[in-house]
């Protein structure tokens, strides 16, 4: 099979990394498809099985492990696993497009090991931890325990920016949507 590209935004929750992701999904030239992680958390929001996760239970979740079926996971909150299907990156190269991935910082760089010449690391900045909190308050989507969760997680997060290919500050978004643009556009044109 032809090899794609891999493009792997990573960025501690709230950072904005999934508006970034989805805002170059959209833009067709550059060939990407969103690999669709396996979750074992319930579906938030307007979320949908298969289109945004892969929603499994932890048995299921466990049993892909046993078999060796991730390129990479996470139990990135407590009893929150999340993984990367090897099956996902086969299905989007058989379409002969990149892999556009939207996972934590340590699945991120998993991947990047496993595959450093295929892959464009891009670690997404938010402009501080206590706009970080403010973020995640207003999506209201989790309780407060949760965010603290996050919150909590963000600070060893961003300590692994020097470790990827390029940062991204996501301090204004507009400016941060074109950086992205740009970046993968000369990515997967090389
Ligand atoms: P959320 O619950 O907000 O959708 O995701 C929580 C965190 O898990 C986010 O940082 C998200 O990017 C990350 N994540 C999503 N899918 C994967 C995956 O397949 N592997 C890893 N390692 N992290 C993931």
Same mark, same amino acid.
């Given at each position: 099979m032809k090899k794609g590209k891999l493009i792997v935004f990573s960025a501690?929750?709230?950072?904005g990394k999934t508006t970034i992701v989805k805002h170059l999904l959209a833009?067709?030239?550059? /060939?990407l498809d969103f690999s669709i992680s396996a979750a074992s958390r319930d579906a938030r929001g307007e979320e949908i099985n298969g289109k945004d996760y892969y929603f499994i239970s932890l048995e299921e979740f466990k049993q892909h492990i046993k078999a060796e079926d991730f390129l990479e996971w996470e139990?990135?909150?407590?009893? /929150?696993f999340y993984g990367t299907l090897k099956s996902e990156i086969d299905r989007i190269w058989a379409l002969g497009k990149n892999v556009i991935f939207d996972i934590d910082v340590a699945g991120g760089l998993r991947i990047k090991s496993k595959y450093p010449d295929e892959t464009l690391a891009v670690f997404v900045k938010p402009p501080s931890i206590d706009e970080l909190k403010i973020r995640l308050k207003k999506r209201s989507t989790e309780s407060d325990d949760k965010i603290n969760m996050r919150i909590a997680k963000a600070s060893v997060e961003l300590a692994t920016a020097p470790q990827f290919d390029v940062v991204i500050k996501n301090y204004d978004l507009a400016v941060a949507l074109e950086e992205a643009t740009a970046l993968v556009k000369n990515f997967v044109s090389q």
């Open positions: 501690p929750s709230g950072s833009q067709k030239e550059l /060939n139990e990135v909150y407590r009893d /929150n």
